[in-house]
């Protein structure tokens, strides 16, 4: 479509309506923007959850309606159209890129669920109760905004992690709504994640995860890119990288020791591999992590 607006977080027209954008992580409160261009097509997933009002607006071609305690998840590739807010529509909405969602929350098997749930059917209906608890998350959110540190953003991804964890069990009992079947393509998918979360230490091979599936490694990184919008290696070291962060940051144990429970062949290539993906050593890593707790105690 030549009218199509592509919304992209980083726009300078969203910072016009946003409390809060960083190109990653966006909190607002109103949609009007919405109303003012014909056809939107979102590059970020939305979140939405209309406090007041009503609202209309067409996904996909598909018309939607929501009320107060609705709940709109809305991922990236939709096309929206004729969005159509009464006077007294009020809403908090929380918009986060996908690399963000990515980082902060990989893939998870209730995750993956709700992903094609919201592709079926983007609404859903909320009790009061739930509702409050969604305000809750977008005020504390909110504050924290508004008091600048060396360690807002590390408060705030850890914030977002336990709201995606608190809407995704609130949201599971709609789980038992008709999910369309997966693809085998999505069945293999899924297979090689839930493999991969189970995995201790994290194989960084594909290969060892494709023998595991009974497929080729090339069949798996296809997979991948088609269903999970990466390849196979990128995804693996997704996991990786969090195991790592999480050693560094928790345990006492030596870097040494934590490059072998990790299955690394020796500490030098531990090193290499962390500031590949940290931009930092593992000793100053560790540094970092405990001076931003400090920090945080104080």
């Given at each position: 479509?030549?009218?199509?607006?592509?919304?992209?977080?980083?726009?300078?027209?969203l910072n016009d309506i946003t409390l809060y954008n960083n190109g990653s992580l966006a909190f607002f409160d109103h949609l009007n923007v919405l109303q003012t261009v014909d056809v939107v097509e979102t590059e970020f997933y939305a979140v939405v959850i209309v406090l007041a009002?009503?609202?209309?607006?067409?996904?996909?071609?598909?018309?939607?309606?929501?009320?107060?305690?609705?709940?709109?998840?809305?991922?990236?590739?939709?096309?929206?159209?004729?969005?159509?807010?009464?006077?007294?529509?009020?809403?908090?909405?929380?918009?986060?890129?996908?690399?963000?969602?990515?980082?902060?929350?990989?893939?998870?098997?209730n995750n993956w669920n709700l992903k094609f749930l919201f592709e079926k059917n983007p609404t859903a209906r909320l009790s009061p109760e739930e509702t409050a608890v969604f305000c809750q998350y977008y005020d504390l959110l909110c504050s924290k905004i508004h008091l600048p540190?060396?360690?807002?953003?590390?408060?705030?991804?850890?914030?977002?992690?336990?709201?995606?964890?608190?809407?995704?069990?609130?949201?599971?009992?709609?789980?038992?709504?008709?999910?369309?079947?997966?693809?085998?393509?999505?069945?293999?998918?899924?297979?090689?994640?839930?493999?991969?979360?189970?995995?201790?230490?994290?194989?960084?091979?594909?290969?060892?995860?494709?023998?595991?599936?009974?497929?080729?490694?090339?069949?798996?990184?296809?997979?991948?890119?088609?269903?999970?919008?990466?390849?196979?290696?990128?995804?693996?070291?997704?996991?990786?990288?969090?195991?790592?962060?999480?050693?560094?940051?928790?345990?006492?144990?030596?870097?040494?020791?934590?490059?072998?429970?990790?299955?690394?062949?020796?500490?030098?290539?531990?090193?290499?591999?962390?500031?590949?993906?940290?931009?930092?050593?593992?000793?100053?890593?560790?540094?970092?992590?405990?001076?931003?707790?400090?920090?945080?105690?104080?």
């Amino acid at each position: 479509m030549d009218n199509t607006v592509k919304a992209k977080l980083e726009d300078s027209v969203l910072n016009d309506i946003t409390l809060y954008n960083n190109g990653s992580l966006a909190f607002f409160d109103h949609l009007n923007v919405l109303q003012t261009v014909d056809v939107v097509e979102t590059e970020f997933y939305a979140v939405v959850i209309v406090l007041a009002g009503r609202a209309g607006i067409t996904i996909n071609n598909v018309h939607y309606e929501a009320r107060a305690d609705d709940i709109f998840i809305c991922p990236p590739k939709n096309i929206l159209e004729n969005c159509m807010l009464s006077v007294d529509f009020r809403c908090h909405c929380i918009a986060m890129s996908p690399q963000y969602i990515m980082k902060i929350f990989p893939l998870t098997e209730n995750n993956w669920n709700l992903k094609f749930l919201f592709e079926k059917n983007p609404t859903a209906r909320l009790s009061p109760e739930e509702t409050a608890v969604f305000c809750q998350y977008y005020d504390l959110l909110c504050s924290k905004i508004h008091l600048p540190s060396t360690v807002q953003s590390r408060v705030i991804d850890t914030l977002m992690q336990a709201f995606v964890y608190d809407m995704e069990y609130i949201l599971s009992r709609v789980l038992q709504a008709d999910i369309r079947p997966f693809t085998s393509a999505e069945q293999l998918f899924k297979r090689f994640i839930d493999l991969l979360d189970s995995t201790s230490p994290k194989r960084r091979d594909v290969g060892y995860y494709a023998a595991r599936l009974n497929i080729t490694p090339k069949y798996l990184t296809a997979i991948c890119r088609e269903t999970g919008d990466a390849n196979a290696s990128t995804i693996i070291n997704r996991y990786i990288v969090r195991d790592i962060e999480t050693r560094l940051r928790h345990s006492s144990s030596t870097i040494k020791e934590i490059a072998n429970d990790l299955d690394f062949p020796n500490i030098s290539f531990f090193g290499k591999y962390v500031r590949k993906h940290f931009g930092l050593s593992p000793r100053q890593l560790r540094e970092k992590f405990r001076k931003e707790k400090q920090i945080m105690l104080t």
